[in-house]
């Protein structure tokens, strides 16, 4: 069975930052590509950014220049680096991963995390 685990999601002051960590344990193989979501309060869950076993990635465009997404494919870890936290980043961020091929936007993936958290205060 695949878990997806999150961790890293907090309260912090907006200019601050967080590193949020993904890990994907059990039977997982041929990983194609593992994304951030998030999910703000009253709004539909949003591509962060995505990142392909190839190391392509992909921005939504509030969190290019902040935001570094990263994977350690050893390990079967995706990280969010967050910088410059803004008070509109506050969600709860989920990863995601798919083990076939779709394109790199493609909201299609075959395993979720429980989501981490982030609040970020004025």
């Known amino acids: 069975q695949v878990q997806l685990v999150e961790s890293g999601g907090d309260l912090v002051q907006a200019g601050g930052s967080l590193r949020l960590s993904c890990a994907a344990s059990?039977?997982?193989?041929?990983?194609?590509?593992m994304g951030w979501y998030r999910q703000g309060p009253g709004k539909q869950r949003e591509l962060v950014a995505v990142i392909t076993s190839g190391g392509l990635t992909n921005y939504r465009d509030s969190v290019k220049g902040r935001f570094t997404i990263s994977r350690d494919n050893a390990k079967n870890t995706v990280y969010l680096q967050m910088n410059s936290l803004k008070p509109e980043d506050t969600a709860v961020y989920y990863c995601a991963v798919r083990t076939f091929w779709r394109p790199l936007l493609s909201d299609e993936y075959n395993y979720w995390g429980q989501g981490t958290q982030v609040t970020v205060s004025s």
């Open positions: 059990g039977s997982i193989f041929n990983i194609n590509a």
